[in-house]
Structures are given as structure tokens and as C-alpha cells.
């Protein structure tokens, strides 16, 4: 706002303490950490999607982190602020299958996840995975598009064969909209039987429309067994229905 003033009355030359103290501090931005530190000891991934807007219909603005990050030289040295907070999506058990839901960027910690329990198992015995992701298409926005399929064959923690599996929804690939809560829904008989053997559910992502539709999708699905919905409310009180949305 403020720079908008001084752009519009280009004359008014202020002193640059009071620049200062005007200037509020930036708000901090939380990002997911995207990497296993079993995977990758001494290092943070993070999964950042650059954001922008139509400010009026002649003017797209970016968001100002997003922004920021995506122009840095990654050869050249960047010293970056950051505090580490434990997020709302508790690590889990090497022994509890797991049912993840994360769109777009919403992948971000479920590839640290699938990291994770991909390096246990060279370790114990570990549970399998279904993980959903969505973006608009195949060819464009698909994240790490390379590591979920090596993760879904050869017996790794997403493969078939050791009860995991990947399923992505590219909305745009076709005249009607495909959303995860659609690949959920065809996929009922595997959610299902990962409920029933005690799989915790992780949703990440866009927090608009996305939480609700993977919810009603998901109480569809175990409404299918003849299970009321109750059953979900009792899997958060369990602590084994987790969210971590953002807008
Ligand atoms: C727990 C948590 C985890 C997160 N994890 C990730 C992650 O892994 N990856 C990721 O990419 N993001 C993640 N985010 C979101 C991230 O924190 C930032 O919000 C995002 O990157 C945008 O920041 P920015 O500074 O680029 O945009 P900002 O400049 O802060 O703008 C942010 C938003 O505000 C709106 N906005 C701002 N100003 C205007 C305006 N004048 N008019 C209209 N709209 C406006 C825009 O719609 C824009 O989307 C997470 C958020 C939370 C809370």
C-alpha cells in the first residue's frame, strides 16, 4: 500500500528511517518439508508453487515469497531466514498404512512421507501406501512426475504388489473434470480395505473446496460397507484423520 502511494505522488521524497518505520515486517510463510531426512540428512526440500492473480483484468500481481524463492539463482548462495515448527501432519508409524490425499502442491509432504517409508523399509517391515494426487495436466503441471511411479513398481511402499498404490487426477486431460475425490471414489474397494486394516488418512493442499469433496467422498466410501459416517469422526478423535490446508 505503501509503495503505492509513493508511486502515485512520485514528488514526496521520504526519509528512508521513515520508510522504516512504516514498513511493517513481513509475515512469515509456512512451507511443508517435501524431503525425508532419512533420505536426505542435512537437507529441507520444499515444494513451492508460484503464485499470481488477476489484480484487474489488465494487471496479475504475484505473491511476494512464491515470487522471491522461484527467482533465486540455485547456483549461487542464499542465505534464507527460517524457523522450524512441527506442522499439523504427525509423522507416521512405519507400521500404519497410510491413505493420502495431496493435489497440487498438497504433495509436498506425502513425498516426504513416501521418502520416508521408502528408506524404513530397507530397515523393518513397513505398511503400504495409496497416495492420490491431482493437477490440471499430464504434461504440465504433473510434481515429481518421475518419483511416484518408481515408487509404485518394484515392490516399492506404493506398488500393487505390496498393497500401496498411485492414482492421479488430471483434471483438464478431458472434456469433464476429474478431481481426486473421483479417483477416491473409483478406488472405494482399496480405501476401504486400508481403513479396515487401520490406515491413518493425511489430506494436504488447497484448502477451498478440496477438504470437503475428499470428506464426502471418503464418508461415501465407507457409507459403501454399510458404515455410518460416524466412523471418520471417530478416526480424528483417533488422531488418524489429519489436515493441512492452506489457501
Ligand atoms: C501450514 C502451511 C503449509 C504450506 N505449505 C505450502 C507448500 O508446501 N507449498 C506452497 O507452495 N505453499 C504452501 N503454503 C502456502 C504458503 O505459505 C504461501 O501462502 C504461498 O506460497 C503464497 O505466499 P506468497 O508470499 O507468494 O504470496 P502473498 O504475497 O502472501 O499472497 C498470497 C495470497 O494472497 C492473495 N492476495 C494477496 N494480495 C492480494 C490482493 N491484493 N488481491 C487479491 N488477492 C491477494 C492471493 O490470492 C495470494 O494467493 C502453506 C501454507 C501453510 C499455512
Not at 518408481?150 to 515392490?155: S, V
Request: with cysteine.
Amino acid at each position: 500500500m505503501l509503495c503505492k502511494v509513493l508511486e502515485e505522488f512520485p514528488w514526496v521524497h521520504m526519509p528512508f528511517e521513515w520508510l522504516v518505520q512504516l514498513t511493517p515486517p513481513l509475515k512469515k510463510r509456512a512451507f511443508s518439508i517435501s524431503s525425508s531426512p532419512l533420505a536426505h540428512p542435512n537437507q529441507i526440500h520444499l515444494t513451492v508453487s508460484v503464485v499470481s492473480w488477476l489484480a484487474t483484468p489488465f494487471r496479475r500481481k504475484h505473491g511476494l515469497c512464491s515470487t522471491w524463492l522461484a527467482g533465486l539463482d540455485p547456483n549461487e548462495e542464499t542465505l534464507v531466514p527460517c524457523w522450524i515448527h512441527q506442522g499439523s501432519l504427525p509423522p507416521p508409524d512405519p507400521s500404519t498404512p497410510l491413505v493420502l490425499i495431496g493435489p497440487g502442491t498438497g504433495c509436498a509432504p506425502f513425498r516426504a512421507f513416501v521418502e520416508e517409508r521408502a528408506a524404513q523399509r530397507a530397515r523393518e517391515p513397513t505398511a503400504p501406501i495409496l497416495f492420490f494426487f491431482g493437477c490440471r495436466n499430464k504434461d504440465d503441471d504433473f510434481l515429481y512426475r518421475d518419483f511416484w511411479p518408481h515408487h509404485a513398481q518394484n515392490n516399492g511402499v506404493l506398488s500393487p504388489e505390496e498393497g500401496g498404490g498411485f492414482f492421479a487426477a488430471f483434471s483438464r486431460d478431458q472434456p469433464e473434470k476429474v478431481y481426486v475425490q473421483h479417483k477416491i471414489r473409483e478406488q472405494s474397494a482399496r480405501v476401504l480395505n486400508m481403513l479396515c486394516s487401520g490406515a491413518a488418512v493425511y489430506v494436504a493442499g488447497s484448502s477451498t473446496k478440496m477438504p470437503a469433496d475428499v470428506r464426502a467422498a471418503m464418508e461415501e466410501v465407507v457409507r459403501e460397507k454399510g458404515v455410518d459416517a460416524g466412523w471418520l469422526r471417530k478416526l480424528e478423535r483417533a488422531g488418524k484423520y489429519n489436515i493441512e490446508t492452506w489457501s
